[in-house]
């Protein structure tokens, strides 16, 4: 993923940086890395977002709702 992030960025293509992001949060989820995961989730939301790009924006909120069910944040799971 490394390798592909530096290519998307080197051709400014936000589209695929939001789906590559994504990726490398599932990766740190199924470590049990849940913070870092978080943390790429919301980074990818984000690029999404500006990029209405709406498979990632609703992949982003399922795996946010999934972090937040795992920390018992019913309320914020709920709300993604």
Sequence with gaps: YNKAMHIVREMDNHLQEG??????GVIFYGKGDIETALDYYMKSLKIAEQ????????????NLANIYMDK????KSIHN
């Design 51 to 62: 990029n209405n790009t709406i498979e990632t924006i609703v992949a982003a909120n399922i």
């Design 19 to 24: 789906y590559l992001l994504l990726n490398i």
């Design 72 to 75: 018992s944040d019913l309320k």
